[in-house]
């Protein structure tokens, strides 16, 4: 099994690498093969989607394609940021808009999308500094979009989303603990 990681935090420091460090140990352990992408590391940066028309989007890319490589063998795609402004960061939103794209991800048949990526898995763990009845006050967008409007539209079956509530108020062991639990979350899901 292949799992390829998503990270998206500007700090080396920041808490969302540490769960990506603690589910990529889980599936180490089980024999699988796992690769991280830090998306503030230039070796794989992309510009903004920008195009004038459709066509201009099917045009060479090299890392797009690398990308869509990397999906494409990846039984398992895991997704690790921060919440700002109760979304993703804008690069993980860029990394979505260029690479989770149309004719790759998904199609659209007789008018309807049809995910592409249906027999693979993906997760998804944020981290965030709010309470968890703020969110859930507002309807935890993020998880629907992630849920629905992206992993499910591209047929993922979506096997986790998390969300490491109150972060700056948790203790270190409360910290290990969560990571212990992405651990075991790793090496449980196939």
């Known amino acids: 099994m292949k799992t390829l990681i998503i990270t998206a935090h ?7 690498h540490k769960i990506a460090d603690a589910y990529k140990r889980g599936k180490e352990s089980k024999g ?19 195009y004038e028309e459709k066509s201009d989007m099917g045009k060479p890319d090299p890392v797009r394609d690398l990308m869509h ?4 063998e990846a039984d398992n795609l895991v997704f690790v940021h921060p919440l700002w402004w109760i979304g993703m960061p804008a690069i993980m939103k860029n990394w979505v808009d260029v690479n989770v794209s149309a004719r790759f991800a998904f199609q659209y048949i007789n008018g309807r999308p049809v995910g592409m990526m249906k027999g693979k898995t993906a997760s998804v763990f944020i981290t965030c500094d709010g309470a968890f009845w703020i969110y859930s006050l507002i309807g935890l967008p993020f998880m629907t979009i992630w849920r629905f409007g992206i992993l499910g539209l591209c047929g993922y079956k979506v096997q986790n989303i998390k969300v490491f509530y109150e972060k700056f108020k948790r203790t270190e062991a409360e910290q290990k603990s969560f990571l212990a639990k992405v651990e075991k979350l790793a090496i449980k899901k196939s």
Request: no cysteine.
């Open 32 to 50: 699988d093969t796992v690769e991280v992408i830090d998306l503030y590391k230039t070796e794989h940066e992309q510009y903004f989607l920008k």
């Open 10 to 16: 500007p700090s080396s420091k920041g808490f969302t």
């Open 69 to 72: 490589q990397k999906m494409t």
